[in-house]
């Protein structure tokens, strides 16, 4: 699910959209993700750009890297990967 590379740490995530709000739901332990709905629709990227401002407000500066059409998604954080740890525990 997370995992360090030179530029900060990758996090791997499925995302359910349509949702009521937008929220961190837990860890996928067999899909070894962490699983996040979003209110928006998965049309014309408003996922995508949703789980940007979502994860921002939470790390800062993150990209997602792989997963741009897809329900699993890696994103990328600028931190390291202590620091995301620590936001996600304290988060789920």
Do not use: H, Q
């Amino acid at each position: 699910m997370l995992r360090e590379c030179k530029e900060g740490t990758l996090l791997d995530i499925i995302v359910t959209p349509n949702a009521k709000k937008t929220e961190i739901v837990g860890r996928d332990v067999w899909r070894n993700r962490l699983e996040v709905k979003v209110k928006a629709p998965p049309v014309e990227g408003k996922a995508n750009k949703e789980i940007i401002k979502f994860f921002s407000k939470l790390f800062g500066d993150v990209e997602i890297v792989a997963g741009e059409k897809s329900s699993k998604k890696t994103i990328l954080i600028r931190k390291p990967l202590k620091e995301v740890e620590e936001i996600l525990n304290s988060l789920i």
